[in-house]
């Protein structure tokens, strides 16, 4: 029997592509401390980390045409990072993004970060419903956008005058 992770032709079986370059990413990610890794069709990689307290940080990436991957984060919140170049530039992103939740746990707010942006994703889906399913007045929407722009205002000010961890 032919494992998915071979491809025929001509009678000759060679090793997927994607299934190497995917092994060679999860077995990385093992290496950062990944608590489960779970691969689909040699394409889509999930991945889960398990933080202090029980805090779990995942992502999918998935292994496009020609060796070029596409990668999001699922969980605490989802957030897509888009195409990535190779390997390493997932591997670094990840490592860096769960050394970054690590020191975020350590602030008195994070679990007020997570909620707001786990309201924000809340609020991205509550739009889409909105605007693929109403014919919104101009005038409200005029006025919802400029709330929204506001509130991305507001957001640079407290980067700007908030201490980094």
């Given amino acids: ?13 060679f090793m997927n ?7 060679m990413i999860n077995f990385r990610l093992r290496q ?13 990689h999930i991945v889960r980390f398990q933080l202090e307290n029980g805090f779990e940080v995942a ?5 496009t045409k020609n060796n070029k991957y596409f990668l999001q ?24 993004d769960i050394a970054k939740f690590r020191q975020a746990q350590r602030s008195s707010n994070f679990h007020t970060f997570i ?9 991205t889906a509550k739009l889409e419903e909105l605007f693929l399913n ?11 956008n400029h ?11 407290l980067i700007d005058n908030s201490k980094p961890l």
Wanted: aromatic share 8%.
């Fill in 147 to 157: 709330c929204i722009q506001n509130e991305c205002d507001y957001v640079d000010a």
């Fill in 115 to 123: 909620e707001t942006a786990s309201l924000m994703n809340a609020l």
């Fill in 59 to 63: 992502y999918v990436f998935n292994i």
């Fill in 73 to 96: 984060r699922m969980r605490p919140y989802a957030l897509a990072h888009g195409k990535m170049a190779d390997a390493e530039s997932i591997v670094a992103f990840i490592s860096e």
């Fill in 17 to 23: 592509a994607n299934s190497i370059s995917g092994d």
């Fill in 134 to 144: 109403n014919n919104v007045d101009g005038k409200l929407l005029t006025n919802f």
């Fill in 1 to 13: 029997m032919v494992s998915r992770r071979t491809l025929r032709q001509n009678g000759v079986y």
């Fill in 32 to 44: 950062l401390g990944a608590t489960s890794i779970r691969e689909i069709n040699s394409i889509m």
